[in-house]
């Protein structure tokens, strides 16, 4: 299947309405979290699903923060085998990363991102850096629409790995874009570089576990959630 980007969606995505995603077609009820992760689903029911219902109709979706958070990473460890290989262009991971380099210099870090990477660089002394996205750095409505734009846009990547974490690169994927088509979501706050050698075990997400990931939080030092939430509202696009 060709990769493509869809860029008539680009202006439009986030002004869509949400409907009735995670609902068995069988029973017509909602689907547990574990039914999520187990059901692989078929062309037919991809072709009727959206990020931004599948977020909010998601079994965690309305439970305590803290609450949410636990369960969804819990059933993302319990479902994922874990890598330490290069992240791809395109690829959203959850890791662990609790102890980076010049956490000394840092005001604030998270522990175990949520994270949509678009790259590789280098330092100047030649040293791999992982790039991307953290998005546990946007609030959880600026967070859906950024997936749900994502998703719209690089669609046939997404689908093509909806039941299985992917392990080709979405070579359209690039800060350039990304940045252009999500500025009023203010996407650079959220941008980092990782040490590869220092990110633990890492879950890529198939695209189906991805409204499940949206349901975490990070775990910040330096900083509280509301006081990252508050760094956001003031950042520039």
Partial sequence: MPIFINKTKINNVTNQSPGATNVDDTTGKLMTLSDISKHIYDSDEIKGWRMDEAIQNNPLAKKPINMRSKMAYREIMKTIKPTKKYLLPGEMCVFNYSSPKFQADLDYYDATPFVLFFGITRTEQGVIREVGFNLHYYPPFARMKILNTVYEVFKSYYVKYFNESP???????????????????????????????????????????????????????????????????????
């Fill in 167 to 237: 392990h080709k690169a979405n070579k359209y994927v690039n800060y350039r874009l990304l940045k252009n088509m999500l500025r009023s979501q203010k996407i650079k706050f959220g941008l980092k570089m990782y040490i590869p050698v220092l990110r633990g075990n890492t879950y890529v997400l198939p695209t189906k576990m991805i409204p499940t990931a949206a349901q975490t939080e990070g775990h910040f030092s330096g900083a509280s959630l509301a006081q990252i939430k508050s760094f956001w509202r003031k950042s520039k696009r």
